[in-house]
């Protein structure tokens, strides 16, 4: 068993609708995998193009995941990104199983093209390299409890004024520190620590 981050990169709908346009996905997905340093197994079902990838982190894991769907928005197919982390194991035919594979390919129902969705641990470790956004709890499979639910966009830049962490106040340089999006406000945190005392105090509001 082991524990990792497990992205689940899936084209779905017109740009996998036909076999030929899937395996034009799956040879993208492949090539661009590839390019970012990643050996990813693609494949493909009835309705999409998918391949599943790991990383030690969630932040690595972000900056894949983002780096995936700059690539492919590039080559005119539209990626949908899901993410959770957890344990799996890998079987001897290559294939991973575990929950986090399951939730990752599942979070994929949630998400709109060219979106990341991750799970809140993914969420907060990834808050550093990507701008996080809640998308609410939500149920996203019949057979789980709904969760808090995160999309992963792209850092748009900021000054190097200074904010504050609102939850220990600590002078943050905005460029660099974890990021949370609610609507039109953006939020700067000191640590993961900070972020999920945020989020969890939000919760309870
Ligand atoms: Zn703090």
């Known amino acids: 068993m082991t524990d990792r981050v497990v992205i689940h990169a899936g084209v779905v709908a017109g ?4 076999p030929e346009l899937r395996r034009e996905a799956i040879g993208t997905l492949t090539q661009v995998l590839r390019e970012l340093g990643h050996a990813g197994s693609a494949w493909e079902t009835a309705t999409t193009a998918s391949c599943v990838v790991t990383c ?3 932040a690595s894991a ?3 995941a983002l780096a995936l769907v700059g690539a492919l928005n590039l080559r005119l197919a539209r990626l949908r990104v899901g993410i959770d982390s957890g344990y799996f194991v890998t079987s001897s035919d290559g294939t991973l199983r575990g929950a986090a594979v399951d939730v990752a390919r599942d979070l994929i129902a949630i998400a709109s093209d060219g979106w990341i969705v991750c799970t809140e641990r993914v969420a907060i470790g990834a808050a550093g390299v990507a701008d996080v956004r809640p998308l609410g709890v939500r149920r996203f ?11 992963l966009a792209p ?4 000054s190097a004024l200074d904010e504050r962490d609102p939850v220990c106040a600590r002078a943050l340089d905005p460029r660099t520190a974890p990021r949370l999006t609610i609507g039109e406000t953006s939020h700067h ?3 993961a620590a900070c972020m999920s005392a945020f989020l969890a105090r939000g919760a309870r509001a």
């Open 56 to 58: 030690p982190d969630p």
């Open 15 to 18: 740009a996998a609708r036909t």
């Open 155 to 158: 850092r748009a830049p900021r």
């Open 62 to 64: 972000g900056a894949l």
């Open 189 to 191: 945190f000191c640590s």
């Open 141 to 151: 499979d019949p057979a789980r409890r709904p969760a808090p639910l995160y999309r």
